[in-house]
């Protein structure tokens, strides 16, 4: 059964920073997207950034200044660092996964098969 379990979720004021983890367990697939979204109050669930097992990323446009998606394999974590935090960052941040077809690529705009309960980012100005 696989599992995705999101933390460091927090709140901050405007400018600061925070790390979110999302540690995967009962994943097997050797090929693999890795993602995270957030979803605001009243707004769609949007993708923030994803990575491949083949190590390339995908920001969305409006975040890749800001944000740094990361992985560490031996640890099973997914991380996404985020910097000079905005009040419009806040949101309920979700890990997700899938997996990835032979000779494809990684995006924010696929569709991710499993999902973590996310994790709650408050940004106060």
Request: aromatic content about 10%; proline content about 2%; charged content about 20%.
């Amino acid at each position: 059964q696989v599992q995705l379990v999101e933390s460091g979720g927090g709140s901050v004021q405007a400018g600061g920073s925070l790390r979110l983890s999302c540690v995967v367990s009962g994943y097997t697939y050797n090929r693999n997207c890795m993602a995270w979204f957030r979803q605001a109050p009243g707004k769609e669930r949007e993708g923030v950034a994803s990575i491949g097992d083949y190590g390339g990323t995908h920001y969305a446009d409006s975040l890749k200044d800001r944000f740094t998606i990361s992985k560490d394999n031996a640890a099973n974590t997914l991380s996404l660092q985020m910097d000079n935090l905005k009040p419009e960052d806040t949101a309920m941040y979700y890990c997700a996964a899938r997996v990835r077809a032979p000779g494809t690529s990684c995006s924010v705009n696929d569709q991710y098969r499993y999902w973590g309960q996310g994790t709650q980012v408050t940004v106060s100005s």
